[in-house]
């Protein structure tokens, strides 16, 4: 994650602030970059525990279970990981409705 930090870094030419949640996964990550010199003096903001409308992927998700997926009716595993890949995928090249989640979240780009 670092290496990614500092390409990132080297693109933006901006310092980074780290917005993350309070899954474990991710405390554990944060934890880890709070001990490592970050590029630019980045820095790491924690959500509060519980406070989705604040995370523009919980939008993501939320606009492909009841969007994308709503009427969907997989047969097996497969299929239904099929759709959920089709559905994200669609999703990456449509810039409106990403920033439309930042906005949801009150978050500036």
């Not at 980045?42 to 279970?65: C, D, M, R, S």
Request: glycine residues 6%; contains cysteine; positive net charge.
């Amino acid at each position: 994650m670092l290496a990614f930090l500092y390409t990132l870094h080297r693109q933006v030419c901006r310092s980074l602030l780290l917005v993350l949640d309070r899954w474990s996964v991710h405390r554990a990550a944060g934890s880890h970059l709070q001990s490592r010199r970050l590029p630019g003096g980045a820095g790491i903001a924690w959500l509060p525990a519980y406070a989705p409308e604040l995370n523009p992927v919980e939008q993501v998700w939320h606009h492909t279970k009841y969007g994308a997926l709503a009427n969907s009716l997989p047969n097996t595993g497969e299929e239904l990981r099929e759709a959920v890949g089709f559905s994200l995928a669609t999703k990456r090249s449509n810039l409106a409705l990403l920033r439309s989640f930042f906005r949801y979240a009150k978050l500036k780009l």
